[in-house]
């Protein structure tokens, strides 16, 4: 296990994941580009969930090339990638439960959210999280499920589970307290590992 966690803060590894998550990113805000078309200016920064998520990863992965930390950035990246993949892995797969027809980009978007949700928490060892970390993260997602579910915000859904959007609120509330009760015992630790990487 040791040598798995030193493997992924090689500067190469990191690199690769930060072209990836970058490409990912990109592709996120493009996805959200009709919705995000048709929201508010108010609540537009609560829209494109999945892609902010990877976009707190990419900067934590910035700042480990430049051998710093953030913990605030952390805790915001672990909470929101858990929470987000495994949303949008559940939704699509939901979906096709309830009757729509599965197409390539739904199996593209549950492999690709359940990698986000997997390369945060593999990364846990390396995070400096603090408890006032996690609380003001705790705020901004909570937050984030009233201003979706309250005010209609919520990212758009299959037609197949559109009628369940209540449901899908409590989920999503639920999804929320188990991402941060993760983000707690991952990441909140005195003894952490260190990245020991050469100067770019």
């Given at each position: 296990m040791q040598l798995f966690i030193k493997f992924l803060g090689m500067p190469s590894i990191l690199a690769l994941l930060l072209i990836v998550n970058i490409l990912g990113t990109i592709y996120g805000y493009w996805w959200y580009k009709v919705q995000l078309?048709?929201?508010?200016?108010i609540f537009l920064i609560?829209?494109?969930d999945s892609p902010t998520a990877s976009l707190f990863f990419c900067i934590v992965l910035v700042l480990f090339l430049c051998k710093k930390s953030n913990g605030l950035i952390e805790a915001l990246a672990l909470v929101t990638l858990v929470k987000y993949g495994l949303w949008a892995v559940v939704m699509n797969i939901a979906g096709?439960?309830?009757?729509?027809?599965?197409?390539?980009?739904?199996?593209?978007?549950?492999?690709s959210h359940l990698g986000m949700a997997i390369q945060a928490v593999l990364f846990s060892p390396y995070y400096r999280i603090k408890v006032w970390h996690l609380i003001v993260t705790?705020?901004?997602?909570?937050?984030?499920d009233i201003i979706d579910y309250v005010y209609g915000m919520y990212p758009w859904v299959s037609p197949a589970i559109s009628d369940y959007i209540t449901h899908i609120g409590y989920f999503t509330f639920w999804l929320s307290i188990f991402s941060i009760t993760v983000t707690y015992f991952l990441g909140v630790k005195k003894n952490r590992h260190t990245l020991d990487l050469p100067s770019l």
């Open positions: 078309e048709q929201t508010p200016s609560f829209v494109p096709g439960a309830f009757g729509d027809e599965l197409q390539w980009q739904n199996y593209m978007l549950i492999a705790a705020v901004w997602t909570l937050h984030n």
